[in-house]
């Protein structure tokens, strides 16, 4: 199957590279000036997404739903390989032509740089919020990653929020769940290190079982707004993104010890899915990264063996959660059927809630959590009705690049705690924090 799915994405990644040389436009005004009479939309729609997508996303499963109940409807896949090519996008949209007619992109951040030149419909002029997509239907402040000054320019699918991915067994090895077997979650940090400590498991000096990986590589900036959202209810400091906090200095002298003893793992240093990938192996008891990691485990370490537990913090105050993001160009000749499509077969509840049990994508839609039986699915709903989304700044992509390399620094001892903390609010406040 998966064979397979690899085939028809590289043929069809093909076909929209090709397309992208010679894109379709929309009816151009005639000479008076006035806009030409409206014609039929046609009976077809061409949906970009990225790669990923395909197969997490079950996008073949919905486009064979919405097909089955529109039968005069063609609907093609079209996958990009990276987000390289929303520039792409960016300037055939400008030029009122498109070669798809719905795309997804991979984080709602990723679509702002089409507001600002009114590329994008606006969902709330169109009939999405109605029926049984109205705003009541969708989890918590879901809605708000894909809302700037009240432009629905992204209807948010496949949540993720930052928590902690647990080896069920290795904390009944080390005496950590109470009677009944369940987990006791740890109150605070100095209990998260207590914890690792406990179930870090060495053979002389080569660690055998690893205590906890946290995500301290490239989306180490994700961590980092996830833990002070926890503690404080908020990353922001003056509404501008800050952790020169108390408590994220606690938290951080934390980091370091664990890091120094090898209770926390600094693998993803250098590869940023080592963690998940070693956790997916039954190798680390606790993973600080995306919730997703839990129910992607279960197949290879069992279903019984994997759940997750929250943040110190979190279940009250929320993670930091993100999502990809449906769009609609204003080019495209067929926008009420690319409403549609994204009503019935994108927000379709068995869709949603399959792709939950599978890949660990969260429903956006209330009802799909109906679909899920596993145990971590209340934790991480909770945890996303608080959440939120990264800053929408135009800069925002410095601060992920730089920030982890300064939490490294931090944590390999090169800089002091004072020299991190000033580092970070140094490269945070010369940034373009501009929205628009």
Not at 121 to 137: A, Q, R, S, V
Not at 408 to 420: I, V
């Amino acid at each position: 199957m998966l064979k397979r799915s690899l085939k028809v994405v590289g043929v069809s990644t093909l076909c929209l590279s090709v397309l992208l040389a010679g894109c379709s436009s929309k009816p151009a005004e005639n000479t008076a000036g006035a806009p030409v009479a409206a014609k039929e939309e046609p009976k077809s729609l061409r949906i970009g997404v990225e790669s990923w997508m395909v197969e997490k996303l079950l996008v073949n499963e919905a486009v064979a739903k919405f097909k089955a109940k529109h039968p005069d409807i063609n609907v093609i896949i079209a996958p990009y390989a990276d987000k390289s090519i929303l520039s792409n996008f960016a300037l055939q949209w400008s030029q009122n032509k498109t070669d798809v007619d719905v795309v997804m992109v991979d984080g709602t951040a990723s679509a702002v740089q089409y507001l600002a030149k009114d590329l994008v419909l606006d969902f709330n002029k169109t009939e999405f919020f109605t029926g049984n997509t109205t705003k009541d239907k969708f989890v918590g402040k879901t809605l708000s990653f894909g809302d700037l000054d009240g432009v629905q320019f992204a209807i948010p699918i496949s949540l993720e929020a930052y928590a902690i991915n647990v080896n069920t067994k290795m904390f009944k090895e080390a005496g950590l769940t109470d009677a009944s077997g369940k987990i006791i979650n740890p109150k605070n940090w100095q209990e998260i290190y207590e914890y690792a400590k406990k179930m870090t498991i060495k053979d002389g000096n080569k660690v055998t079982q690893q205590g906890m990986t946290i995500q301290w590589g490239p989306n180490a900036l994700y961590t980092l707004m996830s833990v002070e959202q926890a503690a404080l209810g908020t990353f922001y400091k003056n509404n501008v993104i800050s952790f020169d906090t108390p408590e994220i200095r606690e938290i951080l002298k934390i980091w370091k010890k664990g890091a120094d003893e090898g209770v926390f793992s600094i693998d993803t240093f250098t590869n940023k899915d080592a963690g998940r990938n070693n956790y997916k192996a039954g190798q680390v008891a606790m993973l600080l990264e995306s919730g997703a990691r839990a129910p992607e485990a279960a197949p290879t370490v069992g279903a019984e063996n994997v759940s997750v537990i929250p943040i110190p913090g979190s279940l009250e105050k929320g993670s930091s959660a993100f999502a990809a993001g449906i769009l609609i160009p204003k080019a495209t000749p067929a926008p009420k059927l690319a409403v549609q499509f994204i009503k019935e077969a994108l927000m379709d509840v068995d869709v949603q809630g399959d792709t939950a049990t599978v890949w660990g994508k969260l429903p956006v839609i209330n009802e799909s959590y109906g679909k899920i039986s596993a145990d971590w699915k209340l934790t991480l709903q909770s945890i996303i009705d608080k959440s939120v989304t990264a800053p929408f700044y135009k800069e925002y992509p410095v601060l992920d690049k730089y920030i982890p390399v300064q939490l490294q620094n931090y944590l390999t001892g090169k800089y002091d705690l004072e020299t991190f903390i000033n580092e970070t609010e140094k490269t945070i406040k010369d940034i373009d924090k501009n929205t628009k």
